[in-house]
């Protein structure tokens, strides 16, 4: 006899997050996490070292000054928001909070991992939505859809694919979902996107009472190693977390770098167009090199490679590993023959271009 977990964790696939080393002596060029090149905004930095004097006081429990910038800066209500140390916390509470064991919720075929984790964790059946060419499928979730459906998951723009549904589609999942069912939108790209047809849900999370958007400061704003993410969401179902989140969940470098940051509306113009240049231009480079490029719309590609020997998938991670540029292996997302590669600074994009070129030429 040992001590045994509750039913569904042990059927968990532990999350594998992006490498970070580089061989001895090779620069070391991280595009496997979709972080952001230009780091955070300088006043965010010092903001988070500001917040170093007063390590023995708790932080403020409501996270106040983080949820009135947010609230500004997005024209909300501060008792629409929630915050998180990343919006994993916030992906996982909504889980805890809605979801009994035997409940069911759905994720796209190739949408986020800590989706499927979440759930499971919960002894709940992660019930998934095969995609059309590696975009969610609304009709596909519908059809999956029972009277124990409590969430619906969709990242748009979704991770590892980088697609993205127009909002008419959002809405048209919305309309046909039971009361009963929240969709989850996690927006942790919005912020990249730059399509007339994309929205990230503000209006729809307004107009509804079972529609939530979950948003990161880990990508664009660059603040992933501090942990803060937050939630627009009715505050029926905001009051609802927040009495399950633990009392201190957001630090306090976290608080005042988070505030600062999103108050920075031009550092974060500037990494958008950093992004949107050099994402047009790493996907036409690889695409000449003839390899297939999922369309993306945010800071980071699906690379797929041919099925030939020597120049698959794992080929290609081993050869570009060796020469500094880590990129993300994605197999645990159904892309057995694909990397995901994030948009990196011009220094990296232009080496993990060349680096390519060198492999698909048979390494010389
Ligand atoms: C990176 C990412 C997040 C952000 O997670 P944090 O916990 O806020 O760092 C959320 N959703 C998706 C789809 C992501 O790719």
Not at 287 to 312: C, K, M, Q, W, Y
């Amino acid at each position: 006899m040992r001590p045994e977990p509750i039913p569904g964790i042990l059927d968990i696939e532990p999350y594998v997050p992006g490498k970070s080393k580089a061989p001895a002596g090779v620069k070391l060029h991280k595009l496997s996490s979709n972080e952001t090149p230009l780091g955070a905004s300088p006043r965010a930095i010092e903001a988070a070292r500001a917040a170093l004097t007063g390590l023995e006081v708790y932080p403020d429990g409501q996270a106040s000054a983080l949820k009135s910038a947010i609230a500004e800066v997005h024209g909300l209500r501060t008792e629409n928001i929630l915050c998180g140390n990343g919006s994993d916390e916030l992906l996982g509470l909504l889980c805890q909070c809605y979801l009994a064991p035997g409940d069911e919720a759905i994720h796209s075929e190739h949408g986020f991992l800590v989706y499927n984790i979440q759930i499971k964790a919960r002894g709940a059946v992660a019930v998934i939505a095969p995609e059309t060419n590696a975009t969610a499928n609304v009709d596909a979730i519908l059809q999956r859809v029972s009277h124990k459906t409590r969430l619906v998951f969709l990242a748009n723009p979704n991770n590892p694919t980088g697609t993205y549904l127009p909002f008419d589609e959002i809405r048209r999942l919305h309309a046909a979902l039971p009361n009963h069912t929240i969709l989850v939108l996690d927006a942790a790209y919005a912020e990249y996107v730059r399509k007339n047809d994309y929205a990230a849900g503000l209006e729809l999370v307004s107009e509804t009472q079972n529609v939530v958007m979950t948003r990161t400061f880990s990508k664009i704003y660059g603040l992933a190693a501090l942990r803060v993410g937050w939630m627009y969401g009715p505050e029926a179902i905001v009051s609802v977390l927040d009495r399950v989140r633990g009392p201190f969940n957001l630090n306090a470098a976290a608080i005042a770098a988070g505030a600062a940051a999103i108050k920075d509306r031009a550092f974060v113009e500037k990494a958008a167009d950093h992004n949107a240049e050099w994402l047009a231009w790493t996907t036409g480079q690889l695409e000449a090199l003839g390899l297939t490029v999922t369309p993306s719309v945010g800071n980071f590609i699906l690379v797929h490679f041919p099925d030939a020997p020597g120049r698959r998938a794992a080929d290609a991670d081993a050869f570009l590993t060796e020469r500094g540029f880590i990129l993300r292996r994605v197999t645990g997302y159904g892309f057995p023959n694909a990397l995901r590669m994030s948009i990196g600074s011009e220094e990296a994009n232009r080496g993990a271009v060349d680096a390519l070129t060198a492999f698909l030429d048979g390494g010389r």
